[in-house]
């Protein structure tokens, strides 16, 4: 079975992180020399707020033998369920005839639409939604800083996620938190633990049998369809109902 390893390179899920260009070269060539198969996902490529632009791991892959590479209209264009993946040649045969016997092909029409869509219109439209979203992160970073606790949180430079967790030492399970206090209160993010194995025995790198427990103080909190106002309101709320819970 070969070894795989799976990566969101540009604003990733759930973090919000981008992954810097020394370590994408430096994972190539790792994969390159230890015989691994990189799995790049590349949903968030075009959902970057600044003009810096980085180059994916695929990039390094010139002979094709190293990176799978995969891309979805997903978030810029969520209507059209598009998806593509660029495959090394024994990869991608494999692949189209399983895609095959799963759907036969993808609905042309969606695909006439994406075309049409990414050759002519892209640009200006995908400007406009990126400013709307890049607005909506700076809300959410600006509300954590107000009114939660102090905690430890990324600032994601694309994207649709931030994520939050609590200082090292402070005892705080997301999960019970979101269960009692968030969702009773109409607030919904994701706890940490959805994020993580489930609580039991893993195989390390070594290839040993570990205990592992899943990251419980953490939280994925999401800005993309929520209006900046609402981002403030929730935020706060959410920021007092979890002073109070961390104090009981």
């Given amino acids: 079975v070969p070894k795989i390893l799976y990566i969101v390179s540009d604003s990733d899920n759930p973090s919000g992180t981008t992954l810097p260009q020394d370590r994408r070269k430096a994972f190539f060539e790792i994969a390159q020399r ?3 198969l990189i799995v790049e996902d590349g949903a968030y490529k075009e959902i970057q707020f600044g003009k810096k632009r980085l180059n994916p791991i695929k990039a390094y892959d010139t002979e094709n033998r ?7 209209t997903s ?6 369920r598009i998806g593509y993946g660029v495959y090394p040649a024994e ?5 189209e005839k399983a895609k095959g016997y799963y759907d036969l092909c993808s609905p042309v029409l969606n ?6 869509y990414y050759s002519l219109d892209l640009d200006q ?14 809300a ?7 009114f939660f606790p102090k905690g430890i949180m990324t600032r994601p430079t694309g994207g649709f996620f931030v994520w939050w967790e609590t200082l090292p030492g402070v005892n705080f399970d997301s999960k019970t938190f979101n269960e009692k206090v968030a969702i009773p209160n109409n607030l919904l993010f994701v706890p940490s633990h959805a994020f993580f194995p489930p609580e ?19 939280m994925r909190l999401s800005f993309s369809a929520v209006p900046k106002e609402r981002i403030f309101e929730g935020i706060e709320i959410m920021g007092n109902l979890l002073k109070k819970h961390l104090k009981q």
């Avoid at 990869?91 to 692949?95: E, K, Q, R, T, W």
């Fill in 34 to 36: 230890e015989n691994i």
């Fill in 111 to 116: 695909q006439v639409i994406a075309e049409r």
């Fill in 66 to 72: 190293v990176v799978v590479y995969l891309a979805s």
């Fill in 125 to 138: 439209i995908l400007g406009e939604v990126l400013g709307i979203y890049r607005e909506r992160c700076g």
């Fill in 91 to 95: 990869i991608g045969d494999m692949v």
């Fill in 75 to 80: 978030k810029e264009a969520g209507v059209l």
């Fill in 200 to 218: 039991g025995l893993v195989v390390d790198a070594r290839g040993k049998l570990v205990s592992a427990k899943p990251h419980t103080n953490g």
């Fill in 140 to 146: 959410m970073l600006e509300a954590l800083g107000s």
